[in-house]
């Protein structure tokens, strides 16, 4: 008998201890809340990757998406870049945890293991494959599988589109680490007479028109981030 995998679903792991405590400094005195995630997981805003504590961080993290771009053979002739980046910490005894979500508006997202915790758990992607047909229940399957480690200094990037949470943290220690979103740039796919069939940039500086925000806040709408998506 020979059995086929088909179609898997490819994460990528990457190691670098060196930049644990240099990344913990820089994140301690960032401001945090809820935000978005009401489960006690404090959050910091996600222009971690703007900041110069961080650079040897975001540097890191985009050389590990350069070997993605090369492992995946794209047809783009830019490179990955990160969109947005945030902190991410659970107190301990803080049954902190991030609901069932997935990334939209993004092409590959990750998490850089600051300290131990349970790894994040990953959704089978085609779950509705048991909705429209009769399930047999198998000893073998499994709806959700953790992530292949939470060591620290770890580095774990998958598809964003691939759904994904966190069990509750109830551990005596504090569990960190820095999430991010990233996005293809420059030239992708040639088509027809070597034109390129998008030329994407992300811009780096925020000049976003705030004033529909703080006129939510005025209406009570937007307090302690409600409705903004995670």
Partial sequence: MNKHPIFPVELYTFENTDLIEPTLDALDPIERGMFNMPNNVQTTAGNLHLLDAFKPTTDWIESCLEEIRLDQQYEMYGKF??????????PEHSAGCHNVHRHPMSYWSGLYCLTEGHPTMFQDPVLFRSFNQMEIISAKYENAVPAPTHKPGTLIVWPSWLVHF???????????????????????????????????????????????????DEKGYGKDGAGMGG
């Fill in 81 to 90: 870049e990160i969109s947005l980046m945030w902190g991410v910490v659970s």
């Fill in 166 to 216: 966190t069990v509750p943290h109830i551990q005596d220690f504090v569990r960190a680490g820095i999430s991010f979103n990233a996005m293809p740039t420059g030239a992708i796919n040639q088509g027809p007479f070597g034109q390129n069939m998008v030329n994407l940039k992300l811009l780096k500086d925020d000049n976003t028109d705030r004033s529909l925000m703080w006129e939510y």
